[in-house]
């Protein structure tokens, strides 16, 4: 594919971003048979369900401080790498209680994934081109989410809960090793044409390169904390569906663990083609001349508008109206989802801050990660159902959108122009 290397390394972006994915959906599909085997409850699940976002919450703004200052080649690869660790130990455990390990392990190695999933797009992608960049890395989310469970139905029904642990470990550890051997900055990938390498650095801000992460620029930014309250709402929504979709359909719609598997790939399938086309959209919308900041809150609201339908799930009479409204849901949720790193981008990308502006948002967001399967499994257990959860998650989709609506004002930073930009990239260009 002549001159599109960047869209070569995007696309990777989204494969591992479907990878992680995949790998914290595993013991949701598990869930209804652990459950049984450990004999363990609803409110219990959702403690270890959350599990997984309390190392990688705490660990996300240190995790973002690296991503800019380590080789993104090397990090990924270690991240993997730590990936693989956590679902191979998990097939280890026979207790409820040891499941927290392999979990909080998964955490600390996901922790640095979105930092280096935008840093690498910023890297790789002209501003013109980012909407659409970070669409296909949080698609990743959907495919991931999408692919997974009826795969990993499968295994758990019919070989067993540790087949599927197995199975994610070694795709981690497959993957970590094609990207070391395969990704380069693009200063220093030899593949590259001089033409793509131009038109890369010709649309880049030029990054200031002095190694330290200055909080006081991140903190200080009103659209920051406009964009993280929206993501707090986001993921406890997002986190809602992973961890309790597949126990939703069994003990709400009476549907079997493979039933449930393939029933909960609809909405993520969904998602995934939504969510490309939102990033599209939205660099569409800027260069037709609206404005970066309306460009993106065009997918921003507009997302968690349509995650509004959850409320649709829960009034549903059948399952088939309510899997309808979970995809219109979703589809909002991923959508939304890739213009919040767009507009990271924006925001921090001249000041050489997106790992650890990045870091900061999904620090503070991932709290609604937190809570969500925690707070969902409690509502769940104390009325055995799961309208009262979806009815909150609905609450939370309407409270997102006002944030990003009325919050996010700041107009765009000056940037450079011209020559000027790509030298000031090029001389910039040594922390990869």
């Known amino acids: 594919m002549k001159d599109r290397r960047r869209w070569l390394v995007a696309t990777f972006v989204l494969i591992i971003t479907a990878i992680a994915y995949i790998d914290r959906v595993n013991l949701s599909i598990a869930a209804p048979v652990l459950t049984k085997e450990f004999h363990t409850n609803a409110a219990v699940m959702g403690l270890l369900l959350s599990s997984f976002t309390w190392t990688y919450t705490l660990l996300n703004l240190p995790a973002g401080m690296l991503v800019d200052r380590i080789r993104i080649r090397v990090l990924y690869s270690l991240a993997l790498l730590v990936w693989a660790v956590s679902s191979l130990l998990t097939t280890l455990v026979r207790s409820a209680g040891a499941l927290f390990g392999p979990r909080l392990l998964l955490g600390i190695g996901e922790a640095p994934f979105a930092p280096a999933a935008i840093r690498t797009l910023a890297d790789w992608l002209p501003k ?18 999408a692919v997974g469970p009826p795969g990993l139905a499968y295994l758990v029904s019919g070989f067993g809960w540790q087949a599927a642990f197995i199975a994610t470990g070694v795709l981690s550890l497959l993957v970590a090793a094609i990207w070391y051997a395969w990704y380069r900055h693009p200063l220093d990938d030899t593949r590259l044409s001089d033409r793509e390498r131009q038109l890369i650095l010709r649309d880049q801000e030029p990054p200031k390169q002095d190694g330290r ?11 920051i904390w406009a964009i993280t309250a929206g993501y707090f709402c986001l993921l406890y929504i997002l986190y809602t569906f992973i961890t309790w979709l597949p126990s939703y359909l069994v003990q709400d719609r009476h549907m079997t663990v493979l039933g449930s598997g393939f029933a909960t790939s609809i909405p993520w399938a969904v998602a995934f083609v939504c969510g490309i086309l939102g990033g599209r959209l939205s660099d569409l919308a800027l260069r037709r ?9 065009l997918v921003l609201v507009g997302g968690m508008v349509a995650a509004l339908a959850i409320i649709g799930t829960a ?18 949720i991923i959508t939304a989802n890739g213009a919040v790193w767009a507009a990271t981008q924006d925001i921090m990308r001249a000041l050489n801050l997106t790992g650890s502006a990045t870091g900061f948002v999904n620090a503070l967001g991932n709290v609604g990660g937190i809570l969500g399967p925690i707070v969902t499994g409690a509502v769940a257990y104390a009325t055995g159902s799961f309208f009262a959860p979806l009815a909150l998650a609905a609450g939370l989709a309407l409270i997102g959108a006002l944030a990003w609506g009325i919050g996010m004002r700041s107009a765009p930073r000056v940037q450079v122009a011209g020559p000027a930009r790509a030298n000031a990239v090029v001389e910039g260009g040594n922390d990869r």
């Open 128 to 145: 013109s081109e980012r909407a659409t960049g970070s669409s296909m890395f949080i698609s990743g989310v959907a495919l991931g989410s």
């Open 213 to 223: 992460a200055r909080w006081s620029e991140i903190v200080r930014h009103r659209d």
């Open 289 to 297: 001349g609206v404005s970066t900041l309306n460009a993106r809150k």
């Open 315 to 332: 009034l549903a009479s059948s399952a088939a109206v309510a899997i309808v409204c979970l995809s219109v849901s979703t589809a909002g």
